[in-house]
């Protein structure tokens, strides 16, 4: 089966800029992509601000019309109700959020997310119509105990245990000891990682899903890395944490069909 995947570039704030440095940067960034349109106009780009920014971005993206995909960090499993400081779906989906992040190693580790949590969201997520970007990936420690793909793979069919049909996912393979460390996999590990997460899918939910669900690549990626791992067949885009917080850095990533026969 022959799939064309649009590249999509995410850009996950984590927690920085607040709205109004949010609205600045947003325009920057739509400001710098615009400059470059021939170079990325096949490329999806997504930005995951703190939730406190998400009104702002949604009011900018309508009335200036701008190319950008964004979403949320997280969201809760329930619907509404007597849960302290958490979002619901809905929420999210009213304000015109396309993703939502999930399952990534920082609520993982710092909240305690189990397997079983990042499947609720899972579900919560798409009731809401919205799309997971799933976070696996592994540690050092898993990666020397039991190779580099199978905690990610077991993460990943333990979120989607009980998902049924055709849905819309994103899945980012992000190993633990890449993010934020200044030390990304190589594309041939990506790669590798990639390739067993999307047989896994096929296992799931047939070669429809597999075939049309973006993998990307996170962990230190920066644009002079970037085409690396876009070479791989199986690699998709990417998930960036510190280079999606500088214009340049990311709209050159967004830009990385300019390097990818280099
Ligand atoms: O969500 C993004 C990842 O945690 C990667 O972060 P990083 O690009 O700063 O390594």
């Known amino acids: 089966m022959v799939t064309t995947r649009t590249p999509l570039m995410a850009g996950n704030w984590k927690m920085n800029l607040d709205h109004l440095q949010a609205i600045a940067f947003t325009q920057k960034l739509a400001w710098a992509l615009k400059d470059a349109k021939h170079d990325y106009d096949d490329v999806e780009v997504a930005i995951f601000p703190p939730y406190t920014a998400l009104r702002s971005v949604q009011t900018l993206v309508d009335a200036d019309k701008l190319s950008l995909s964004y979403g949320a960090q997280d969201v809760s499993a329930h619907d509404s109700g007597a849960y302290t400081g958490e979002i619901s779906g809905a929420f999210l989906s009213a304000l015109g959020c396309k993703y939502v992040i999930l399952g990534h190693s920082e609520r993982r580790t710092l909240h305690a ?3 079983e949590v990042v499947g609720s969201k899972v579900k919560a997520a798409l009731k809401h119509g919205l799309v997971p970007v799933l ?7 898993d990666l020397e105990k039991f190779g580099a793909s199978a905690v990610p793979v077991a993460q990943l069919k ?13 899945v980012a393979y992000e190993p633990v000891w890449a993010i934020g460390s200044g030390q990304a996999a190589t594309p041939e590990q990506a790669q590798t ?8 899918l096929e296992e799931l939910l047939g070669e429809e899903v597999a075939a049309a669900t973006r993998i990307l690549y996170g962990g230190s990626v920066k644009s002079d890395n970037i085409a690396g791992f876009m070479r791989e067949p199986d690699v998709d885009g990417a998930l960036i944490g510190g280079a999606s917080l500088k214009v340049d850095e990311f709209s050159a990533i967004a830009r990385f069909r300019q390097h990818v026969g280099s």
């Open 193 to 200: 990682v990639a390739h067993a997460l999307r047989a896994a």
């Open 135 to 141: 976070c696996v990936g592994e540690t050092s420690e």
């Open 113 to 115: 997310e189990s397997d």
């Open 158 to 170: 333990a979120a989607l245990d009980g998902v049924e049909g055709t849905p819309d996912l994103v």
